[in-house]
C-alpha cells in the first residue's frame, strides 16, 4: 500500500503533556523539518485551548477533538466487472488517525490570514464541539458511506 516508516516504533512522547499522538501530530504539523516551531505552534494552540476552556485540561480536549474527527467508515473504489463502486469499508485504528489529523490539518491551512496557532486552537475547539471544518469533513465521508450502503456486498 503506503510506504512503511518504523516512525510508530521510534515516537518518543511530547515533551510537556508526555502523549505521543500530540507528538505524532507535531511531526505532521512540522514543515522543511522544523520540529520547535511546530512545537511551539501547538503548545500556544493548546494554551489558547485554556483560555477558552478552563475548566478541561487542554491536551484533554485535543486527544478528543480527534477522537470526535475520527471517522469509522469511509468508501474505497472496487473495481467489479468494469464499473467502480464506491465501496463502504471499515477504517482501522492507524488510518483513523492520521486521517482525523490530516483533517484537521488540512481545516487550518485553508484558513487564511491567521497565525497557525490560532487557527489550530479554534479547529481543536470546534472539533471537541463536534463542529468546524473537519467536522463537516467526517460527515461528508460517513454521508458517503452511507448513500453507498446498497454496494457494501463488494467489500471483501
Given at each position: 500500500m503506503?510506504r512503511?516508516?518504523?516512525?510508530?516504533?521510534q515516537?518518543?512522547p511530547?515533551p510537556i503533556?508526555?502523549?505521543?499522538l500530540?507528538s505524532k501530530f507535531?511531526?505532521?504539523?512540522?514543515?522543511d523539518g522544523?520540529?520547535?516551531?511546530?512545537?511551539?505552534?501547538f503548545y500556544?494552540?493548546?494554551?489558547l485551548?485554556?483560555?477558552?476552556?478552563p475548566d478541561?485540561?487542554?491536551i484533554e480536549?485535543?486527544t478528543q477533538?480527534?477522537?470526535?474527527?475520527k471517522?469509522?467508515?469511509?468508501?474505497?473504489?472496487?473495481?467489479?466487472?468494469g464499473?467502480?463502486?464506491?465501496v463502504?469499508m471499515?477504517?482501522n485504528?492507524?488510518?483513523?488517525?492520521?486521517l482525523?489529523?490530516?483533517?484537521?490539518?488540512?481545516?487550518?491551512r485553508d484558513?487564511?490570514?491567521?497565525?497557525?496557532h490560532m487557527?489550530?486552537?479554534?479547529?481543536l475547539?470546534q472539533?471537541?464541539?463536534?463542529?468546524g471544518?473537519?467536522?463537516?469533513?467526517?460527515?461528508?465521508?460517513h454521508?458517503?458511506?452511507d448513500?453507498?450502503?446498497?454496494?457494501?456486498h463488494?467489500?471483501?
Amino acid at each position: 500500500m503506503g510506504r512503511i516508516t518504523a516512525s510508530r516504533k521510534q515516537m518518543k512522547p511530547d515533551p510537556i503533556y508526555g502523549s505521543l499522538l500530540a507528538s505524532k501530530f507535531i511531526n505532521c504539523l512540522m514543515h522543511d523539518g522544523k520540529k520547535s516551531t511546530a512545537q511551539r505552534v501547538f503548545y500556544d494552540a493548546l494554551d489558547l485551548v485554556k483560555e477558552r476552556l478552563p475548566d478541561v485540561e487542554p491536551i484533554e480536549v485535543f486527544t478528543q477533538a480527534l477522537e470526535n474527527v475520527k471517522p469509522a467508515i469511509e468508501v474505497r473504489s472496487k473495481r467489479v466487472g468494469g464499473a467502480a463502486y464506491q465501496v463502504p469499508m471499515q477504517v482501522n485504528r492507524t488510518r483513523q488517525q492520521s486521517l482525523a489529523i490530516r483533517w484537521v490539518l488540512m481545516a487550518i491551512r485553508d484558513k487564511k490570514g491567521r497565525p497557525t496557532h490560532m487557527k489550530l486552537a479554534d479547529e481543536l475547539v470546534q472539533a471537541y464541539n463536534r463542529e468546524g471544518t473537519a467536522m463537516t469533513r467526517r460527515e461528508n465521508v460517513h454521508r458517503m458511506a452511507d448513500a453507498n450502503k446498497a454496494f457494501a456486498h463488494f467489500a471483501w
